[in-house]
Structures are given as structure tokens and as C-alpha cells.
């Protein structure tokens, strides 16, 4: 049971590395307006935000029990170390190499805690890139809209400026 949990936070890590990935590699900016526009239509946001929550408290519990597995090993490794003697619960391997089976449990617990440590701050790192991704669209349609308006309007006096010269002409060739 406890390999299908790792397994799964394993599993969870592999997909962020893969988001954070695709959130991250240079594309033009065309293209990721684009795709971040299609993904901003379907709110895709707001309709994962409770599986995503629930990832995260689920990431959390593993740390956290991974943690505490960690402390119980060490102290039972200290406390055999004090004592000086092997535990009898110890394999028949641990004959020639004493305490192997607490250093294996120590190895995957440390393991386990890198894991879940790792999957719970990528998720907070996609989800800022998200939102930095989704401020990016908006601020750059913004300076389009702007600079849109701003043609519009160094576009206008020209326009008159072209239209009141035909007419300053043909003005000056009715005064002379």
C-alpha cells in the first residue's frame, strides 16, 4: 500500500515537472497568448481548483508522515547505537551488517520526504506561473488595445491635416 502512495506522488511530481515545462519553454509570444487564452476560455483554472487543492493537502500529509517516519527511524537508530546492541527484530542478514533494514527505512523515508517536499513546492511554482502567465495575456492585449488607439488617434490629425490642404489650395486658387 505504501509503494502505491509513493508511487502516486511519484507519478504527481512527473506530471508538474511536465506542466512546469511546457509553462516555462520560450515560445513566441503570439503562440502563447494563444494557448493561454484557449486555456483562460475554458476556466480550466476554476474547474480544477478542488482536485488541485486536494493534491496539495494529500502532498502535505505525505510530507508530513513522511517526516515522522524519519524522526521514529532516527530515534531507533540512536537508541540502538547507545545501546550498543542489534535489536532482536533485526533480520538474519543484519548479522553481518547490523542495522541494514533501519538504514533502508531511513534511505526510503528521506526519499519520500524529497518527494513530496518537491511535488507540494512545484505546485505552488505552476500556480504562480499560471497566474503570472495569465497577467502576461491581459497586459499585453492591454498595450495592443493601447497602441490600437493611440494609431487611431496620431492617424486622425493627418488625415485632416491631407484633407484641409486640398481644400487650403483650392481656397489659395480662388484668392488669386
Do not use: C
Request: proline letters at 4%; zero cysteines.
Amino acid at each position: 500500500m505504501a509503494s502505491i502512495i509513493w508511487m502516486s506522488v511519484f507519478l504527481i511530481l512527473a506530471v508538474e515537472l511536465v506542466i512546469t515545462l511546457i509553462l516555462v519553454v520560450p515560445v513566441p509570444r503570439k503562440i502563447r497568448n494563444l494557448i493561454a487564452k484557449k486555456i483562460f476560455m475554458f476556466e480550466l483554472g476554476d474547474r480544477l481548483k478542488t482536485p488541485i487543492l486536494f493534491v496539495g493537502i494529500a502532498l502535505s500529509l505525505a510530507l508530513l508522515e513522511s517526516y515522522f517516519t524519519h524522526q521514529r527511524i532516527m530515534a531507533r537508530i540512536l537508541e540502538e547505537q547507545e545501546a550498543g546492541v542489534a535489536a532482536p527484530h533485526h533480520h538474519s542478514h543484519d548479522y553481518f551488517y547490523p542495522g541494514l533494514h533501519d538504514r533502508e527505512r531511513k534511505y526510503k523515508s528521506e526519499r519520500n520526504l524529497y518527494l513530496a517536499g518537491f511535488a507540494l513546492t512545484l505546485l505552488f511554482v505552476i500556480g504562480r506561473l499560471a497566474v503570472l502567465l495569465q497577467e502576461s495575456v491581459e497586459l499585453h492585449e492591454e498595450t495592443d488595445r493601447v497602441d490600437a488607439q493611440a494609431d487611431k488617434s496620431t492617424s486622425k490629425p493627418a488625415e485632416e491635416a491631407s484633407q484641409q490642404q486640398p481644400a487650403k489650395k483650392n481656397q489659395e486658387k480662388k484668392v488669386d
